[in-house]
């Protein structure tokens, strides 16, 4: 569990570095890294979550 925490923390630092980048910079590339990795990082998060329920709900019943 410490290593999904670690992981969304440095995810959080690379998006927002990355938006200070382009911030900086004002170069496409770098928003569209952030985007890019925001939206796979909340598709990985969404499927760990989803794991978690159906464990859950599979060993209720026994």
């Keep these: 569990m410490w290593l999904l925490r670690l992981l969304g923390i440095l995810t959080v630092i690379a998006v927002a570095g990355g ?3 382009y911030l900086f910079t004002r170069d ?3 928003l569209q890294f952030s ?3 925001f939206r796979y990082s909340l598709i990985v998060a ?3 979550f989803a794991l978690l ?3 859950r709900l599979a ?3 026994a």
Excluded: K
């Design 19 to 21: 938006i200070v980048a």
């Design 53 to 55: 329920i159906v464990e």
């Design 28 to 30: 496409g590339r770098y």
């Design 35 to 37: 985007w890019r990795l």
């Design 46 to 48: 969404l499927l760990v």
């Design 59 to 61: 060993l209720i019943p």
